[in-house]
């Protein structure tokens, strides 16, 4: 479907196209985007696939190693909150 955007006057295109350049997409994008995530929830309900390749990769003594490496920030340091 294609819908034309009248009215739309010169501060409001100077802000949709600075934010589509900000984004590096089109204005048409940016305007798709704003209006689903207005309108329906966008990104809350968007799915992303940009890590999929990575998901499933790493092997038992790799995953392991990592829970080891990050086990330090499970816990609170009380000096850090004694302020």
């Not at 739309?8 to 704003?34: G, K, M, P, Y």
């Not at 207005?38 to 390749?53: E, F, P, Q, T, V």
């Not at 990592?66 to 009380?78: G, T």
């Amino acid at each position: 479907m294609n819908l034309t955007l009248r009215g739309c006057d010169e501060d409001l295109s100077r802000v949709l196209r600075r934010e589509a350049e900000r984004r590096r997409v089109s204005v048409n994008r940016l305007i798709l985007d704003t209006l689903r995530d207005a309108l329906i929830g966008g990104k809350k309900n968007r799915k992303y696939h940009d890590l999929d390749s990575l998901a499933g990769t790493w092997t038992a003594a790799e995953a392991a190693e990592f829970d080891a490496s990050v086990n330090v920030f499970e816990s609170v340091d009380p000096e850090l909150w004694d302020r």
